[in-house]
């Protein structure tokens, strides 16, 4: 999947879907709506793609912890601990749309709080994983952050980044059903590529050498957590073998963020063409990864097959980069029952 990336990059920006035509004039049955009606629809909108990204984060988050956990002798190289939970925050957004933070995700805190701590609106925990650092110092979702560090949280993806990267231990101040907490967190060594939902329409995942990006239309067609967990597996093979690019952060994964999207990161990544040798590599390591983060990969080459339906030519067909569906489905599955006779030895 990896080889369509620079082609993403470079269309994603200019493709517009089926009749979203603009058009300079005005048409006679324009005229009775008023700018407050399309500025509520837009809100309405805008409130929806927020909401699907964070079920969608924190979908593949709950997925991708046990796997960047228990693959981290795979990614020895990182600067930066882990601690198991994903934020949302305003400055996440993009500048025209942080207004909707706090109706979306901010609206059950008191003004009160909004002036002690010096803030217009302040970050939430949207996810925690289960046996992660932050569960076992009893974080959850929905705690609200007042404090990182005892730093107010103006700038806060800034300072989260400093605090992964300069101390396994996490102070954060919280506010919890109008109490105000402290929690200190003692963070990991793990795989630190980051796992996050992109708005596309079409079923498809992407790796640029630090994050991974499942496409909102990859998440629903697939319908087990085995087949997302393959799917986060396949992408992180490629930043583990193909990029190697060590920099990554669990502070930088963008829960809400619907503008983020695959980057070059270096001339090195921009001359990294895909082959179907590093295709069938990222397959068959990808079981491999997502195998040893505890699934049992049961019926998943499903997905594949589903996938067939977007692109029947596949099935059959292989093409320089990509062997047929079919192929591919069978490596897999012969690779899966050869980890699982191993793991009965």
């Given amino acids: 999947m990896r080889f369509l990336l620079l082609i993403f990059i470079i269309l994603s920006s200019t493709l517009n879907i089926g009749c979203s035509v603009k058009s300079s004039k005005k048409s006679d049955f324009l005229m009775n709506v008023s700018q407050l009606d399309e500025e509520e629809e837009i809100y309405l909108q805008k409130k929806i793609l927020i909401n699907e990204m964070l079920f969608s984060s924190k979908t593949l988050h709950q997925i991708s912890w046990p796997i960047l956990k228990n693959n981290k002798d795979k990614c020895s190289k990182t600067n930066s601990y882990s601690f198991g939970i994903l934020f949302a925050s305003a400055e996440d957004l993009p500048k025209k749309d942080r207004k909707y933070f706090q109706p979306i995700l901010n609206d059950n805190i008191s003004p009160v709080y909004l002036k002690r701590y010096n803030t217009e609106n302040l970050p939430v925990i949207v996810s925690v994983a289960k ?47 109008n109490r105000v907490l402290e929690k200190k967190i003692n963070g990991i060594i793990a795989c630190n ?95 491999e990864i997502a195998f040893k983060g505890g699934f049992a990969l049961n019926n998943v080459n499903d997905y594949w097959r589903r996938l067939s339906v977007f692109n029947p030519s596949l099935i059959s067909s292989s093409s320089a980069n990509y062997k047929s569906n079919a192929l591919r489905a069978i490596l897999i599955s012969k690779k899966l029952k050869e980890l699982r006779n191993n793991a009965e030895e």
């Fill in 131 to 177: 046996n992660s650092p932050a569960y076992k110092s009893n974080i959850i979702e929905g705690d609200i952050v007042l404090k990182i560090n005892n730093l107010e949280v103006k700038g806060f993806r800034k300072k989260l980044r400093s605090a992964y990267s300069s101390s396994s231990l996490l102070t954060l101040t919280l506010l919890r059903n």
């Fill in 193 to 287: 590529y980051n796992i996050q939902p992109i708005p596309s329409a079409a079923p498809n995942a992407y790796a640029d050498g630090e994050k991974v990006y499942i496409t909102l239309a990859a998440i629903k067609l697939a319908r087990t957590v085995d087949e997302l967990a393959f799917l986060i597996g396949h992408e992180l093979a490629h930043n583990i073998f193909h990029y190697k690019y060590f920099h990554g952060s669990e502070a930088n994964t963008m829960t809400i963020n619907y503008m983020d999207a695959p980057k070059i990161k270096n001339l090195n990544s921009f001359f990294l063409v895909s082959t179907q040798k590093k295709e069938t590599e990222a397959d068959l390591k990808g079981v």
